[in-house]
């Protein structure tokens, strides 16, 4: 009790020394809850950003091991042929062993020819007469449409219908252009056939219809095969018997915490019974590192920041107390030599510098959090995402305990280096030394 009676009237005392220590410690403070709670944003951000995006990977044949193809000539043509481990269900059932994987889409990719009186939407009239090129369109399919490309990218919107399913046999999406200049709707039959002749003709239902939604580019000399109106979605099973395909072209992997993509890709390797050489791997998180890379550098920033301001809060404070305590040695030796303890001085002395740094401490945090706003609109403004900044009653007591947890470390090794040479000393010498 007397201590800390000590440690008031002393505070009280000396108010110049005690305001001038308020404003340093209120300053320092300021800027280190400022950078606490920038910081803190930052960390949702990007934990709001990997659960608002999802993250993939694409496994396709590895063409660049000479050891996965063949070369052979025809007709006076060099053609190149996968003759690797195939992309089936094998791959498909090892890889979503993995508990992260959520989802998967095989593809396959071809041209076919579409079958019967058809008119294939053409912009320019060039390829009218070519009647291979008249009815030559482009072919995929997926074991489910809605992962494509184009869906997930936007290019490409469902208008009616449904998406192409895995179970799904004889089924075809198509787009409503086509569609409607062909007088066709969900339901109706067409026949398409290998370009190539090596599978068979088919004849798909017609399950959805779609609508382009990206502008397309040189549309004046364009093939009708290139267009994005001439696309057809096809089942696997449809697909496999129109090329004779005996794998997929790519499966493309979906998982819903993008973080966790490169760990995933390092770990399918070591799953056995795969020639995992027959095939390359490569990560889909573009749109996550774009937007969580500056948040990550930021963070790795303010927590160098945060370092740099603990050393300099506890060397300026240290300083102060330092020259402070030239004028308090009598003070000290007089307590020493009635039996006060050297910790209870320092105790004392830390019991001060408590007392002034509360307020200073308090009005920071009050102030910051009236910022919550601006840095909240500033670190969500960089993500470009609809995500939730607002301040809740857990993230307010995160910040101020964390501050004054900091706070008080650095507020008792500033006390404790700036006593360090005083108290070293016996009372008789800290008297003699004043003397």
Request: proline share 2%; glycine share 8%.
């Amino acid at each position: 009790m007397q201590l800390k009676k000590r440690a008031f009237l002393y505070v009280c005392r000396k108010r110049g020394r005690s305001l001038l220590l308020f404003g340093v410690i209120f300053l320092l403070s300021a800027v280190s809850v400022n950078g606490l709670l920038l910081r803190r944003i930052t960390e949702l951000a990007v934990v709001q950003t990997r659960e608002s995006l999802s993250g993939g990977f694409r496994i396709a044949p590895d063409m660049r091991n000479r050891e996965n193809v063949r070369v052979s000539q025809a007709d006076g043509q060099t053609g190149v042929s996968y003759i690797g481990q195939p992309l089936d269900e094998k791959i498909v059932n090892a890889v979503k062993g993995i508990q992260e994987v959520a989802s998967h889409n095989a593809v396959i990719k071809e041209r076919a020819l579409l079958q019967g009186d058809v008119r294939l939407i053409d912009y320019n009239g060039k390829y009218q007469a070519d009647p291979e090129a008249a009815h030559l369109v482009s072919i995929e399919a997926d074991t489910d449409s809605s992962l494509s490309d184009d869906f997930q990218k936007g290019r490409l919107k469902m208008t009616e219908g449904e998406s192409i399913q895995g179970s799904d046999q004889k089924a075809a999406v198509i787009s409503e252009k086509l569609a409607s200049q062909n007088h066709w709707q969900v339901g109706d039959e067409i026949f398409l056939s290998s370009r190539q002749g090596r599978g068979q003709e088919i004849g798909v239902r017609i399950k959805g219809l779609f609508k382009v939604e990206e502008k397309q580019l040189n549309l004046d000399v364009a093939a009708p095969v290139h267009l994005l109106e001439n696309r057809i979605y096809v089942d696997m099973a449809s697909a496999e018997l129109l090329t004779g395909a005996t794998g997929a072209d790519y499966i493309d992997f979906f998982v819903d915490d993008p973080a966790r993509v490169a760990a995933i890709i390092e770990e399918i390797p070591g799953i056995d019974g795969i020639n995992w050489k027959c095939f390359e791997m490569v990560s889909d998180i573009d749109e996550y590192e774009r937007i969580s890379e500056p948040l990550i550098n930021m963070g790795k920033l303010l927590d160098i920041l945060f370092t740099v301001i603990g050393a300099m809060s506890i060397a300026v404070l240290s300083l102060m107390q330092i020259f402070f305590h030239k004028a308090r040695g009598h003070e000290t030796g007089i307590l020493l030599s009635i039996g006060i303890s050297k910790a209870e001085i320092l105790f004392q002395h830390f019991i001060e510098l408590i007392m002034i740094a509360w307020g200073a401490l308090a009005l920071s945090l009050i102030l910051c959090f009236f910022a919550w706003n601006g840095f909240s609109g500033m670190i969500y403004g960089m993500t470009a995402m609809s995500v939730d900044g607002r301040l809740d009653v857990g993230l307010a007591v995160y910040t101020i305990i964390t501050a004054c947890g900091c706070g008080t470390i650095v507020l008792f090794l500033s006390v404790l280096f700036a006593d360090l040479c005083l108290l070293r000393l016996s009372p008789k010498k800290i008297l003699l030394k004043i003397g």
